[in-house]
């Protein structure tokens, strides 16, 4: 039934469903995983790298995370050949802006241009919806830090923390349980490294990128953590992880010694 209306992404199904946007958001949740943390002192993201093969060059592959103004970086979930095309719509959107008011364009607008482009092309025939997904952070005058997640709809929402890609549901989860609101950027970066944990079947400092975005004495810093800071912050997300697990297994070891002895 669903092959009827899913050959042009203009058709809705009699269940109101676009199913072509429904297939780019299948092919995001194949895409590798990323998180966004909203921290009171800045906005953490974290994302993984995706290797085709061992034999690309890590530095000159792919990019997770791009910068597109002095004060907003995305990081990005599906299609790279896809985002190329929004990311430099972007850029140039924050360009005309400051040309022609002389101050950083506000993050929410800079993302409700990228996702009114994005929504365009769910409304034309010949043309199929973007296969990405962006996490935004940026901070502006207006609203501080922020956060924000949009699909290949062209909907985007504010987040306090969010993941996206392979296994979310379960990096939702574990955001759900251990965010906090008062948290800072240091305790950000460890929990987006346990989402990671839980979320990838292999997790090196190789494979992820780990990001930043912080005010600093008045100017924007943005942050790419090296290679060899991202290796020792993991080797002590995983000791920790392994001390939790062991802990968890010695309690459950004890409730159920304890529910089966039996008095005399």
């Known amino acids: 039934m669903a092959r009827r209306y899913d050959r042009n992404v203009t058709t809705f ?36 790298k995706q290797k085709v093969t061992k034999l690309l060059e890590a530095p ?35 360009q005309r802006y400051l040309y022609q008011y002389g101050e950083p364009i506000p993050v929410e607008q800079l ?20 296969g990405v997904k962006f996490l935004f952070a940026g901070h502006d005058k207006h609203f501080g830090y922020q956060l924000y997640l949009s699909d290949p709809s062209g909907n985007y929402s504010g987040w306090k923390a969010t993941c996206m890609g392979q296994n979310s549901n379960a990096g939702q989860s574990l955001l759900k349980n251990e ?23 292999s997790l090196t400092a190789d494979n992820l990128d780990l990001f930043s975005l912080k005010l600093v004495d008045g100017k924007m810093v943005h942050t ?8 020792d912050l ?9 001390a939790a697990d062991r802990a968890a297994e010695a309690k459950a070891a004890q409730t159920l010694q304890s529910t089966t002895t039996t008095p005399a």
């Open 224 to 231: 790419v953590y090296a290679h060899d800071t991202v290796a």
């Open 13 to 48: 199904s009699p269940e109101g469903r676009l199913h072509q946007v429904e297939y780019a958001v299948e092919a995001i949740n194949n895409a590798g995983t990323a998180v966004g943390i909203l921290a009171v002192d800045g906005v953490v993201m974290a994302g993984e």
């Open 60 to 94: 000159k592959s792919s990019e997770k995370i791009y910068k597109l103004d002095s004060h907003v970086a995305t990081v990005v979930a599906g299609l790279t050949s896809d985002a190329n095309i929004l990311i430099n719509e972007a850029r140039l959107a924050a």
């Open 111 to 130: 993302v409700e241009r990228v996702c009114n482009h994005k929504q365009l092309y769910t409304q034309y025939g010949g043309q199929r919806p973007f």
């Open 179 to 201: 965010y906090e609101e008062t948290m800072t950027t240091d305790a950000c970066v460890k929990l987006a490294l346990k989402v990671l944990h839980k979320t990838m079947e």
């Open 234 to 242: 993991l080797a002590v997300v995983k000791e920790e992880q392994e």
